[in-house]
């Protein structure tokens, strides 16, 4: 899918849009049934969450996947429970992208910078980031390059760390920036409803 191709699915969805909380609320249904949800700051236009959801091979709703924004926290359980907890201080890796870069944290990793390293792996369109002293590993891919089809380049990451946690960036190309900034204009003409006026599917 190219970039174009991926322009025009977005046009061509049906969009619901909600103001709430200086938030800018858009329900995406494609015409193959998938949905996705974004959240724009009101004030900065950046975008705050998207998530994605289908329905399974018998028609039922499935679980909304987060592709940015901090995972949804988990329901608040007994001390009793014989429930499995993730330990709190195991790494969380999650995308927080900004106006010209995507980016990605991963929290709860206290080694130094010069431990960790970050690539391109062309063969499979994905990024790695491991450390020397093999505590951490992780490959992941940028779904916004893969939906429009443009290359990876090894040049457009970077890496920061500080307070216990990696920031990875990846300097977006400018057909992404393009496609964003027309998005942006679609959206914001969107007659946004207030909170309760409009059956919208979002969470």
Not at 143 to 170: C, F, G, W
Not at 178 to 193: D, I, N, V
């Amino acid at each position: 899918m190219s970039v174009q191709s991926w322009a025009d699915i977005l046009r061509s969805s049906k969009k619901t849009a909600l103001i709430h909380d200086d938030k800018r609320k858009i329900h995406f249904l494609f015409t193959d049934g998938k949905e996705m949800t974004e959240e724009y700051d009101l004030k900065t236009d950046e975008l705050l969450v998207r998530k994605w959801r289908q329905k399974s091979t018998l028609g039922a709703q499935g679980q909304w996947q987060i592709e940015v924004g901090e995972p949804l926290a988990s329901p608040v359980t007994s001390l009793d429970s014989e429930m499995i907890k993730e330990n709190c201080s195991n790494p969380v890796f999650l995308r927080k992208d900004t106006k010209t870069s995507f980016q990605w944290r991963v929290r709860n990793l206290p080694y130094p910078k010069d431990v960790f390293s970050v690539l391109v792996e062309p063969s499979d369109r994905s990024i790695i980031i491991k450390t020397s002293n093999k505590k951490y590993y992780k490959k992941f891919s940028i779904t916004d390059l893969d939906r429009s089809q443009l290359p990876l380049d090894n040049s457009a990451l970077s890496l920061t760390h500080a307070n216990n946690t990696l920031i990875v960036s990846y300097k977006k190309p400018k057909e992404i920036l393009t496609l964003e900034q027309e998005l942006l204009k679609e959206l914001k003409k969107l007659k946004g409803t207030g909170e309760g006026d409009v059956d919208c599917k979002t969470q």
